[in-house]
Nanobody, 125 residues
Framework: QVQLVESGGGLAQAGDSLRLSCAAS????????VAWFRQAPGKEREFVAG???????DYTDSMKGRFTISRDNAKNTVLLQMNSLKPEDTAVYYC???????????????????WGQGTQVTVSS
């Protein structure tokens, strides 16, 4: 079992940067696949970025080059560095974890068994 808590959301202006953190308790994240999803008003939850148990990463095409997912094993967290933020990035961002060990990043929300409560990111123009 693992519990996930997101933090780092807030208000930003277009072009700014934010760093989201997904902190785990109960287990270490070293052997978990972890992904960030987001849900904007009126839209379905969508995959943002993921990191496999072997640290392979993948991103939604529109976020490649702007967002970076990484592990900080010393703090038992997974980070999402978001640069060049756009108003379209406004959403609730969720951290999700799974205990599969694929060498690729899974992008479906049903692939993940453990979810945090979300953190709000609001980007103004």
């Amino acid at each position: 079992q693992v519990q996930l808590v997101e933090s780092g959301g807030g208000l930003a202006q277009a072009g700014d940067s934010l760093r989201l953190s997904c902190a785990a308790s109960g287990r270490t994240l070293n052997n978990y696949a972890v992904a960030w999803f987001r849900q904007a008003p009126g839209k379905e939850r969508e995959f943002v970025a993921g990191i496999a148990w072997n640290s392979l990463t993948d991103y939604t095409d529109s976020m490649k080059g702007r967002f970076t997912i990484s592990r900080d094993n010393a703090k038992n967290t997974v980070l999402l560095q978001m640069n060049s933020l756009k108003p379209e990035d406004t959403a609730v961002y969720y951290c999700a974890g799974a205990q599969f060990y694929n060498s690729r990043v899974r992008k479906r929300e049903e692939d993940y068994a453990y979810w945090g409560q979300g953190t709000q990111v609001t980007v103004s123009s």
